[in-house]
């Protein structure tokens, strides 16, 4: 079983729904990321956060908005997604960022967007 | 920045042979290398790492070795059972990094299957 828990495990929404991701974390990690994962492709990374800062954004649209709210949790809010969107989306977490520390992951939520 | 290559992108491994994964990576000052395994249906477990500062790293049957002068490192199965059939990715990262500067690139990923 992962120590990175992601909530829900699946997700089907429309294009106008809001919606959010969960992701929580007990192993102790100060860096948390939010990864986008297509069928068949490595995934891509979306966000960093370093001591529930903000630390990279990878140009992901403004449609994907990501909230720490503390150093165990990670959301990810999402509104007005597009049928592109759709995907596995994998939250990880590491002791500390930038310290060639290994990043854990979760098992993901599968999002579907009609 | 960095860009990683995986190959071959398919293997097939009869039962109790060996199965290698290799990559290749740009960025000479890249130091840190995990390797993930990823069951269909999961997120990607991490199931070796290595630093620039080792060439060889072993745990039980699998083994990661590293050549920094051809920035090549290699993933090594031996002794392949079922449970091996997944699909595997590398990665390559560099650190210490500032804050804002921290990313792990992936390959392509591989998908061993392991005939019975």
């Known amino acids: 079983d992962t120590e990175v828990t992601q909530t829900p495990k699946h997700l089907v929404m429309g294009m106008t729904n809001k919606k959010s991701l969960k992701c929580e974390q007990h192993?102790?990690?100060?860096?948390m990321y939010w990864y986008k994962q297509k069928a068949k492709k490595p995934p891509e990374l979306m966000f960093v956060?370093?001591?529930?800062?903000?630390?990279i954004n990878e140009s992901v649209p403004s449609r994907f908005s990501p909230e720490c709210p503390n150093s165990s949790l990670l959301n990810l809010h999402l509104h007005a997604l597009q049928p592109e969107d759709s995907a596995l989306y994998l939250c990880?977490?590491?002791?500390?960022?930038?310290?060639?520390?290994?990043?854990?992951f979760g098992d993901g939520t599968r999002l579907s967007i009609l | 920045g960095e860009n990683v290559e995986q190959h071959p992108s398919t293997l097939s491994v009869q039962e109790g042979d060996s199965a290698v994964i290799k990559c290749t990576y740009s960025?000479?000052?890249?130091?840190?290398f995990p390797w993930y395994k990823q069951e269909l249906g999961k997120g990607p477990q991490l199931i070796i790492d290595i630093r620039s500062n080792v060439g060889e790293k072993k745990d039980q049957r699998i083994a990661v070795t590293l050549n920094k002068t051809a920035k090549h490192f290699s993933l090594h199965i031996t002794e392949t059972q079922p449970e091996d059939s997944a699909v595997y990715f590398c990665a390559a990262s560099r650190f210490p990094s500032n804050f804002g500067n921290e990313k792990l690139t992936f390959g392509t990923g591989t998908r061993l299957t392991i005939i019975p």
């Open positions: 192993m102790g990690h100060r860096a």
């Open positions: 990880a977490s590491s002791q500390v960022s930038g310290q060639g520390q290994p990043q854990h």
């Open positions: 956060y370093s001591y529930e800062k903000l630390s």
């Open positions: 960025d000479s000052a890249s130091n840190y």
